[in-house]
Nanobody
Framework: QVQLVESGGGSVQPGGSLRLSCACSGFIFSSVAMRWYRQAPGKERELVASISNGGGSTYYGNSVKGRFAVSRDNPKNTVYLQMNSLKPEDTAVYYC???????WGQGTQVTVSS
């Protein structure tokens, strides 16, 4: 069955770092571009980052440019989101998504506070 299993969320202080992982199975991961989205309470879902199937092209939302980095390890069927210099406004539930498939992860909570 198709699964996108996220991990790495938690609570950190402003300025801290966190790395999210999304382990995928049940589809041909290496052929699929991947995205990270986030949604905070009362706000619209926001595209955070995307990465092409081979990892050669990336995109970042303006609010995270220079602080976050998306990568993937195709032999491990896993996509990552490295989050540095975290701010309270980064607090949200983060989701991974397999483009063109309709497959979503369950979401993982990231909380940035003093």
């Amino acid at each position: 069955q198709v699964q996108l299993v996220e991990s790495g969320g938690g609570s950190v202080q402003p300025g801290g770092s966190l790395r999210l992982s999304c382990a995928c199975s049940g589809f041909i991961f290496s052929s699929v571009a991947m995205r990270w989205y986030r949604q905070a309470p009362g706000k619209e879902r926001e595209l955070v980052a995307s990465i092409s199937n081979g990892g050669g092209s990336t995109y970042y939302g303006n609010s995270v440019k220079g602080r976050f980095a998306v990568s993937r390890d195709n032999p491990k069927n896993t996509v990552y989101l490295q989050m540095n210099s975290l701010k309270p406004e980064d607090t949200a539930v983060y989701y991974c998504y397999a483009m063109g498939t309709g497959y979503w992860g369950q979401g993982t909570q990231v909380t940035v506070s003093s």
